[in-house]
């Protein structure tokens, strides 16, 4: 398989920073396994705090995304990222304090909650400023695979955290899985160091975010109703195998992200091969298949079967509607205009979360995952009306 950049000399500084996102970005794969359990089991609360406490560093990224893409237009996509890597491990640090015995449930349920807020915080400047820095290192033209790339690193970076986390949380506990957690971002900051940023645009003319916000939204909706789907994975897959009584529970996060990296890396290509919209219309049409087969799975290979659908699905998605965005507006809103087109997904993760552990409370864990099917399909209708739109245009 042949690279997906040429050989020039942004890209040996582009895969190190991709290399620096997966390292630090296992700091926000290896809680999502763990925090779960740890609500329920240890601290003693139900399925909707569970949710809560995944959702809530979602949540704080989709309020903090258009701040963290102005920052990024401004200052440089290397403040922001260094930003960003600070807050992931603040935030860590702030989850490893949850852990100790000597606070009581309440109070180790709310230091937990703020942890959670600072690490979504810091994702939001992470990803926005990789993004951006990485375009502007190879070029709008190959926006797509730079997206793509990124969604890699970050997925496989969940495929790998959501197993390691359990091991660590069955062989150490908590607080020392959020140590490892804490420490993975560390590094990422020394590392980014040794790299040059690229030119930021300070003077430039913007309009208002919401203006932005207003060109780009029918892309964000189709992401957001894809992270659903996958949202539901991270926050109840663990939970719906123990309540079943299933094996190989950590699992899910491993098929997940290994369906996902392998439709990236094979097929990082095509948005900007064959448009945006047709990769999101077959995407949206897996992804649909993937959690409708969990909902009705009667068996653990069933479930990790649509667990690695759901991933195949998923992956082309955002780079598909990212390469849209990019090309609706000039350089200099750029960053802008990803940071509001990726809130769309932090929505579906943040509200999923809470929403869906109350509906698991009261009808069981599968219905999470009909929820998931029904709303990529809807994905699926929004991107073909989009689809025949644009021919109509042409």
């Known amino acids: 398989m042949t690279s997906p950049f040429t ?20 700091c926000v794969a290896i809680p999502l396994a763990v925090v779960p359990v740890h609500v329920t089991q240890r601290l003693g609360f139900a399925n909707a ?42 935030g860590a640090f702030l989850c490893l304090a949850a852990g100790f015995s000597i606070l009581s449930p309440l109070a180790a349920f709310v230091v937990l909650l703020v942890g959670r807020l600072l690490v979504g915080v810091g994702e939001s400047l992470v990803g926005v400023s990789v993004i951006g820095w990485g375009i ?9 695979k730079v997206l793509a790339w990124v969604g890699a690193s970050i997925y496989g970076a969940l495929a790998i955290g959501g197993p390691v986390g359990l091991v660590l949380y069955q062989q150490v506990g908590f607080a020392w899985t959020m140590a490892v957690s804490a420490l993975l971002p560390c590094i990422g900051l020394l590392a980014i160091g040794m790299l040059t940023g690229i030119e930021p645009h300070p003077e430039a003319e913007r309009p ?10 029918w892309y964000g909706l189709i992401v957001c109703l894809q992270g659903i789907g996958f949202a539901a994975i991270g926050a109840f897959f663990v939970l719906y195998f123990l309540h079943e009584n299933w094996p190989l529970a950590g699992l899910g996060f491993t098929a997940f992200g290994g369906g996902f990296v392998l439709m990236r890396l094979c097929f990082g290509n095509f948005p900007d091969r064959f448009g945006g919209l047709p990769v999101a219309i077959v995407s949206l049409a897996i992804e649909t298949v993937g959690q409708l087969l969990i909902w009705s799975a009667n068996d653990p290979a069933l479930a990790l079967a649509g667990a690695f659908l759901t991933g195949l699905g998923c992956s082309m998605i955002f780079p598909a509607m990212g390469r ?57 209708g929004i991107a073909l009306a989009l689809r025949q739109r644009m021919l109509a245009r042409q």
């Open 49 to 90: 705090w569970a949710g809560l406490a995944v959702g809530a560093a979602f949540l704080s990224t989709i309020v903090s995304r258009g701040w963290a893409g102005r920052l990024t237009d401004r200052r440089g996509a290397k403040g922001a990222a260094m930003c960003g890597l600070s807050l992931y491990a603040g």
């Open 324 to 380: 849209e965005v990019v090309h609706l507006v000039p350089p200099h809103l750029r960053a802008t205009a990803l940071g509001g087109f990726s809130a769309f997904q932090d929505l579906a993760y943040g509200m999923t979360g809470p929403l869906a552990g109350l509906l698991a409370d009261r009808t069981g864990y599968g219905n999470v995952f009909l929820v998931g099917g029904v709303a990529a399909a809807s994905g699926f």
């Open 7 to 26: 050989r020039d000399a942004a890209q040996p500084r582009f895969l190190l920073l991709i290399a620096i996102l997966f390292i630090s970005y296992l």
């Open 208 to 217: 208002s975010y919401w203006s932005v916000i207003g060109t780009i939204w």
């Open 136 to 144: 502007g290192l190879v070029g709008p033209s190959r926006s797509g």
